[in-house]
């Protein structure tokens, strides 16, 4: 399987498709690419140059493709983070820490989980 997308708009469609998945190309297209102002040709190109790189399949039933992704949307959104972080960050966290600790509405949920993996990287800082 070939590295994720980089790009926004094949990203929105393997986010769109892991969300939803399996789905016909013409639910893609009414759904998102009346959001992004795509035709149908344009919705199926971007899909199946995802499908050749291996970040989604399709299985026909009742004479109609359905696309699902290959990869879970949790997945794929840590992926996805990962890569930035990677390329545009050069590894370091902390300028995405400092984002995440500006912003303005995080929930109770979301601040646990912080406070999880927090206490995670510190017990494997730790061994």
């Given amino acids: 399987m070939s590295p994720l ?7 929105q469609f393997l986010r769109f498709v892991a969300g ?3 789905v016909s190309s013409a639910r893609v297209t009414e759904e998102l690419g009346g ?7 344009s919705v199926l190109t971007v899909m199946e140059r995802l499908r050749r ?7 026909r039933t009742d004479g109609v493709y359905l696309y699902s992704s290959t990869i879970a949307l ?6 996805t983070v990962g890569q930035f972080v990677e390329r545009m960050l050069d590894g370091s966290v902390l300028p995405f ?3 995440l600790s500006e912003r303005v509405e995080v929930t109770d949920e979301e601040l646990q989980e912080l406070r999880a993996m927090v206490s995670k990287l ?3 800082r730790d061994a």
């Fill in 20 to 22: 939803r998945g399996p």
């Fill in 122 to 124: 510190r017990s494997r």
């Fill in 35 to 41: 959001k992004l102002g795509l035709g149908r040709s």
């Fill in 5 to 11: 997308p980089t790009a926004s708009q094949e990203l």
């Fill in 74 to 79: 949790d997945r794929l959104m840590r992926a």
């Fill in 53 to 59: 790189k291996g970040h989604l399949r399709r299985r």
């Fill in 97 to 99: 820490a400092a984002w």
